[in-house]
């Protein structure tokens, strides 16, 4: 099922699965992230970073002169919720499975908001799991509200793929081969949503 996404991931470094869960499961999480009041709050300043974790020869990534910044909400009440853990033991495990190219046995899930100002600066994370999963639970997003993920080529410095966080959309990234730097944009204070994510580390 997953033949051409398992290819991707071998040969780019991340792969795209638009429509990802039945519809009723996605509207499920959107709901349960939209009525969820208890998110604590997370601002990381890291400095340093870019000249060891994050080091990359792009000249158009940031040096270890600049710090890493994150600033965005997780809540561990959604993480426990009983209908989260079984939608993502049945749904993304399974797939995670098909779909890498290695052997997995290690999963997490992480449920994220980003409200209006919110943003990831560059990141490689390489050292939290060799395959990636974001996954986009907002049924309306519009190109310009932010919150943009934009995947950077680590050997080609011009390269940067820009991805919607679209409705049941899944985004899955091969750090054991790629070493794929990649950030989100800030979310606009026009946006009408917070930005709700999944997302798992997996070894």
Known sequence: MYKQNKQDL????????????????????????????SWDRVEQHRDGHYGHVFKTDSIYLPKDDEPYI???????????????????????????????PFDLDNFDVRCYKLDKGDYYRTHIDDYNGHINLIYYINEKWMWDWGGMLNIVDNNDIEFNKQLLPKF??????????????????????????PRYSIVSFNK
Do not use: C, W
């Not at 049941?168 to 949503?193: D, G, M, T």
């Open 168 to 193: 049941n959309r899944v985004i899955l990234l091969n750090n054991k081969v790629f070493r794929s730097p990649h950030f989100v944009s800030a979310v606009q204070e026009y946006a009408q949503y």
């Open 10 to 37: 071998l040969t780019l470094g991340y792969t795209i699965i638009d429509d990802f869960l039945p519809f009723e499961y996605a509207k499920k999480l959107q709901d349960l992230y939209i009525n969820e009041t």
């Open 70 to 100: 994150a600033k965005f909400n997780r809540s561990e009440k959604l993480e426990n919720n009983i209908n989260i853990q079984y939608i993502f033991e049945n749904f993304f495990v399974p797939a995670l499975k098909e779909m890498s």
